[in-house]
């Protein structure tokens, strides 16, 4: 409370009324004149008084002293102890400018001191959420799992040699499986999960590694703040370019601390691939230029689809290591999933797996409707019923000969696993059709791109399960595309 009257006091003195001008100016006048005319009041005296008017006019002046000073003991037992040890000892305005600047070197000490000792707690234990369901229903992919414990496992410095892409599509569960290793290796692991609002990416980072934004706060910019209201830190300093220079600062510590170099993950990067490919631009050259200098490991983690095809496309691969690929669950993972991890019964996980085939995400979503009573039919009436929507909204938009090469490729890959390039190229001559279509179908996340082979497959179980039902008959050349 003191420290508020403080800045009251200084603010007051930087931006002085003209009331308190005038006061200033006249005080010191009027107390003269005042002075002068209690010294010839007390000088002059009438002969007509004698000494008994002497003595009443000494006991008035004693009983107003003695007033005064019980009114001043009043007020001082009010005050605290702060208070009193301030007013006795700093009495003036002026004298609330050291306090201020004491009071300012304090906090800006305790926030460096606090600032320091959370990010060197987080390089030391880790810093990787909470899985997002519980626990009990984790299943155990011990090969992927393995792997994936290995290139997020600290490393020496002279065992640094590449960054990581890991791929997979959309949920098969790469960052489950991503998140159990991190919590399982612990030190040196810090995990990055992107926003989906890439703005907000700079937090969302310093939040990882509990970075404060006012790590290097100024005691001038503290004190502005507080005698004039502009904030200590602005928008433009709260930067993600400013906690990368952190985390390299605190990554170099680690290694001299511990002899190994700390693992950075981003997860989600294909958010920053679709709305700031410049940032993913920029996290990997720095990826390139922290594996030449020893400082840190970083793990991309993102679905196939733009992202990694952004990324080959720069110099910066080079001293990537090869894609590490999460697929599916295999039928025997799915089995032991559905009937030992959920208790489903073997009819509806054989009725999950011929629909989802090993989709995790769709099968977890798909279980938690059974156990609240949502019939099967339902789910899968509703399911390829939102397939065929978005595949009738490509076709309403194409012209007589894009629909023809639209129903031949979801048809054609019922009979083969994937269609290549040249494949493609055989069923339609024209290029700026074959690309309108296959943008529209991998936009509709239909279709996806393989890194591996470059060739085009399903996006999931489902596609296939709903052209199968709704589209074959559509097919101009099914018969020609069968093996």
Same mark, same amino acid.
């Not at 000792?117 to 799992?145: A, H, V």
């Given at each position: 409370?003191?420290?508020?009257?403080?800045?009251?006091?200084?603010?007051?003195?930087?931006?002085?009324?003209?009331?308190?001008?005038?006061?200033?100016?006249?005080?010191?006048?009027?107390?003269?004149?005042?002075?002068?005319?209690?010294?010839?009041?007390?000088?002059?005296?009438?002969?007509?008084?004698?000494?008994?008017?002497?003595?009443?006019?000494?006991?008035?002046?004693?009983?107003?002293?003695?007033?005064?000073?019980?009114?001043?003991?009043?007020?001082?037992?009010?005050?605290?102890?702060?208070?009193?040890?301030?007013?006795?000892?700093?009495?003036?305005?002026?004298?609330?400018?050291?306090?201020?600047?004491?009071?300012?070197?304090?906090?800006?000490?305790?926030?460096?001191?606090?600032?320091? =000792?959370? +990010?060197?707690?987080?390089? $030391?234990? %880790? @810093?990787? *959420?909470?899985?997002? &369901?519980?626990?009990?229903?984790? !299943?155990?992919?011990?090969?992927?799992?393995?792997?994936?414990?290995?290139?997020?496992?600290?490393?020496?410095?002279?065992?640094?040699?590449?960054?990581?892409?890991?791929?997979?599509?959309?949920?098969?569960?790469?960052?489950?499986?991503?998140?159990?290793?991190?919590?399982?290796?612990?030190?040196?692991?810090?995990?990055?999960?992107?926003?989906?609002?890439?703005?907000?990416?700079?937090?969302?980072?310093?939040?990882?590694?509990?970075?404060?934004?006012?790590?290097?706060?100024?005691?001038?910019?503290?004190?502005?703040?507080?005698?004039?209201?502009?904030?200590?830190?602005?928008?433009?300093?709260?930067?993600?370019?400013?906690?990368?220079?952190?985390?390299?600062? =605190?990554? +170099?510590?680690?290694?001299? $601390?511990? %002899? @190994?170099? *700390?693992?950075?993950? &981003?997860?989600?990067?294909?958010? !920053?691939?679709?709305?700031?490919?410049?940032?993913?631009?920029?996290?990997?050259?720095?990826?390139?230029?922290?594996?030449?200098?020893?400082?840190?490991?970083?793990?991309?983690?993102?679905?196939?689809?733009?992202?990694?095809?952004?990324?080959?496309?720069?110099?910066?691969?080079?001293?990537?290591?090869?894609?590490?690929?999460?697929?599916?669950?295999?039928?025997?993972?799915?089995?032991?999933?559905?009937?030992?991890?959920?208790?489903?019964?073997?009819?509806?996980?054989?009725?999950?797996?011929?629909?989802?085939?090993?989709?995790?995400?769709?099968?977890?979503?798909?279980?938690?409707?059974?156990?609240?009573?949502?019939?099967?039919?339902?789910?899968?009436?509703?399911?390829?019923?939102?397939?065929?929507? $978005?595949?009738?909204?490509?076709?309403?938009?194409?012209?007589?000969?894009?629909?023809?090469?639209?129903?031949?490729?979801?048809?054609?890959?019922?009979?083969?696993?994937?269609?290549?390039?040249?494949?493609?190229?055989?069923?339609?001559?024209?290029?700026?059709?074959?690309?309108?279509?296959?943008?529209?179908?991998?936009?509709?996340?239909?279709?996806?791109?393989?890194?591996?082979?470059?060739?085009?497959?399903?996006?999931?179980?489902?596609?296939?399960?709903?052209?199968?039902?709704?589209?074959?008959?559509?097919?101009?050349?099914?018969?020609?595309?069968?093996?």
């Amino acid at each position: 409370m003191y420290l508020r009257h403080v800045f009251l006091n200084l603010r007051s003195i930087a931006f002085p009324r003209i009331q308190n001008v005038n006061k200033s100016f006249y005080r010191p006048l009027s107390s003269h004149k005042h002075k002068n005319e209690f010294e010839v009041s007390t000088v002059k005296k009438s002969p007509d008084k004698g000494d008994d008017d002497d003595d009443a006019d000494l006991k008035s002046v004693i009983e107003t002293k003695a007033a005064r000073k019980e009114r001043e003991k009043a007020e001082w037992d009010r005050l605290s102890i702060v208070e009193k040890f301030v007013k006795k000892f700093f009495p003036s305005q002026i004298n609330s400018i050291a306090i201020l600047i004491v009071a300012g070197i304090g906090y800006v000490i305790c926030e460096q001191i606090k600032n320091d =000792y959370e +990010i060197k707690y987080t390089f $030391r234990n %880790g @810093s990787c *959420p909470n899985f997002k &369901f519980k626990e009990e229903q984790l !299943l155990e992919r011990k090969s992927l799992l393995d792997t994936l414990t290995s290139i997020v496992t600290p490393v020496a410095d002279k065992l640094v040699s590449s960054y990581y892409i890991v791929l997979g599509e959309h949920g098969v569960g790469k960052s489950t499986l991503i998140r159990q290793a991190a919590r399982n290796v612990g030190q040196g692991v810090i995990y990055v999960d992107v926003p989906s609002n890439v703005d907000k990416f700079g937090f969302a980072f310093a939040r990882a590694i509990r970075f404060n934004f006012k790590e290097h706060i100024r005691l001038s910019t503290w004190i502005e703040s507080k005698m004039f209201g502009s904030p200590p830190d602005d928008g433009k300093e709260a930067s993600w370019e400013r906690v990368i220079l952190t985390f390299e600062k =605190y990554a +170099i510590d680690f290694k001299k $601390r511990y %002899g @190994s170099v *700390p693992i950075l993950i &981003f997860d989600n990067c294909d958010s !920053l691939a679709n709305k700031d490919p410049k940032m993913l631009e920029i996290l990997q050259d720095t990826a390139k230029t922290a594996i030449d200098d020893s400082t840190w490991v970083t793990v991309f983690v993102t679905s196939v689809g733009n992202a990694p095809e952004q990324m080959e496309g720069r110099s910066s691969i080079t001293r990537a290591s090869s894609f590490i690929e999460i697929s599916d669950l295999s039928k025997d993972e799915t089995m032991t999933y559905l009937l030992e991890k959920r208790n489903l019964s073997k009819e509806m996980a054989d009725n999950l797996y011929g629909l989802f085939g090993g989709r995790i995400k769709s099968l977890q979503n798909a279980a938690s409707k059974l156990e609240s009573g949502v019939p099967f039919t339902s789910i899968r009436k509703s399911i390829l019923q939102d397939t065929a929507r $978005r595949i009738e909204k490509i076709r309403c938009r194409g012209t007589t000969q894009e629909q023809t090469f639209l129903f031949n490729v979801l048809c054609g890959l019922l009979y083969r696993p994937e269609l290549t390039v040249d494949e493609l190229i055989e069923m339609e001559e024209d290029v700026s059709i074959r690309q309108n279509v296959l943008d529209e179908l991998r936009n509709e996340t239909l279709l996806i791109r393989s890194v591996s082979t470059g060739s085009y497959i399903y996006h999931s179980q489902v596609i296939k399960v709903c052209v199968e039902e709704y589209y074959k008959t559509k097919c101009l050349s099914c018969n020609a595309l069968k093996v």
